[in-house]
């Protein structure tokens, strides 16, 4: 039978315990597995290369995926070194320009000295990146939305391209979670998440997770798993997977919280710019609305001040959170230039538009009303100093 996200969430690859009737899946909280003879076992062996939460949640979240294989790992940036292990010295990247930062760094500062070559290119342009492939190029690695400025990029059209051209698609999915975007049934051959972020949803885990639906792939993905060790432990699963459970319903009032914030602040003095695929006038609109469920809970917005003014903003925050990360039910909020996207080069972020005044805001689960007004109050001194202007 197939079942809806919703169902999903709370079902995939969580039956009720055998043994004891336990309507939560079990955490499995142990190293090693009794076998029987030397090596036959009732499938698991030793906990680094497999257990059975962790297999719950791989399960679970590949179903929320429509996918067939989930494999996880210690973290995001895990996931992403473990995805980016499927290459070899010589092979070719072509990737997403705006992106985050610990990508840009792991792409750049590690694989790069392995010999593995990265093309940085306007994915939003089908054209730039049929332009940048060339015959060595192995990976086409997408990011939509970007993180930060919430570019979107036509993952059909651009995968498509990626076919013909024998290139596989990677997608980080992780802004959008399973729930708003499908990049397997768009024509996607990997997915990756930070399940740090949205799927776990409380800033209590790390976790990330790497999902196909290539047999050959997941077991070479499998392999550099068990090999290299980064796994998250048990317990992490087990809150992974509590997060799951309310995934549907939290990311309906994120998104519901986003698209009232984003519109208000768009009309508000001292803010020159606003980035949400929710906003009619949001350059990837369109394509958001045609491969996208919402438009998610990120939004990102550009001062009209100072690198002083910026940092004066935000002191006076009081229920917004500075923080890394995102996707927690308590809203946070970042300076990208300092803090995810401190190891890009100064000129290259300016290049790709991460300037010194922009924001970017994981909206959470507080009353709407009240995260607005602690905005509100944080952007009054730029009405006297800026009365009169007018902004987009």
């Not at 004891?20 to 009732?42: L, R």
């Not at 509590?242 to 914030?261: F, M, S, W, Y």
Request: with cysteine.
């Amino acid at each position: 039978m197939s079942y809806r996200y919703d169902t999903l969430a709370i079902h995939a690859g969580q039956p009720d315990d055998e043994a004891t009737g336990a309507v939560t899946f079990p955490i499995y909280q142990t190293s090693t597995f009794h076998q029987t003879e030397p090596g036959v076992n009732k499938g698991f062996c030793y906990a680094r290369t497999d257990n059975p939460t962790r297999r719950a949640l791989e399960e679970n979240l590949a179903a929320l995926e429509g996918a067939r294989y989930g494999v996880a790992f210690a973290s995001g940036m895990s996931a992403i070194h473990g995805t980016l292990s499927l290459l070899s010295a010589g092979d070719h990247v072509v990737s997403t320009q705006d992106l985050y930062g610990g990508a840009w760094r792991i792409f750049t500062k590690f694989f790069a000295k392995f010999g593995v070559e990265f093309t940085f290119v306007d994915t939003t342009d089908p054209a730039a990146v049929h332009a940048a492939i060339r015959p060595e190029t192995k990976f086409l690695w997408l990011e939509t939305p970007s993180n930060p400025l919430l570019k979107i990029t036509d993952i059909a059209a651009c995968a498509a391209i990626a076919r013909h051209a024998g290139v596989r698609t990677v997608v980080d999915n992780t802004f959008a979670t399973p729930l708003l975007q499908h990049p397997i049934a768009l024509g996607a051959d990997i997915v990756v998440h930070s399940t740090t972020k949205y799927i776990n949803g409380h800033s209590d885990v790390l976790g990330g997770v790497v999902i196909t639906d290539d047999e050959s792939l997941a077991a070479e993905l499998k392999f550099f798993q068990n090999a290299v060790g980064g796994v998250p432990g048990p317990q992490d699963c087990f809150l992974i997977l509590r997060g799951t459970k309310t995934l549907p319903l939290r990311v309906q009032r994120h998104c519901d919280n986003a698209e009232e914030v984003a519109g208000w602040l768009r009309n508000q003095e001292g803010v020159a710019r606003v980035f949400y695929p929710g906003l009619a006038e949001h350059d990837g609109h369109a394509v958001a609305r045609r491969q996208m469920e919402r438009f998610g809970a990120i939004v990102s917005f550009e001062l009209d001040a100072s690198v002083e003014e910026t940092r004066a903003f935000t002191r006076r925050l009081k229920l917004w959170t500075l923080a890394e990360s995102l996707g927690s039910v308590k809203s946070l909020f970042c300076h990208p230039a300092t803090m995810t996207h401190a190891s890009v080069e100064p000129e290259v972020r300016r290049k790709v538009g991460i300037g010194d005044g922009l924001l970017r805001l994981s909206v959470g689960l507080e009353d709407v009303r009240d995260l607005i007004d602690d905005l509100q109050q944080a952007l009054e001194p730029f009405r006297t100093v800026s009365a009169g202007r007018a902004y987009a």
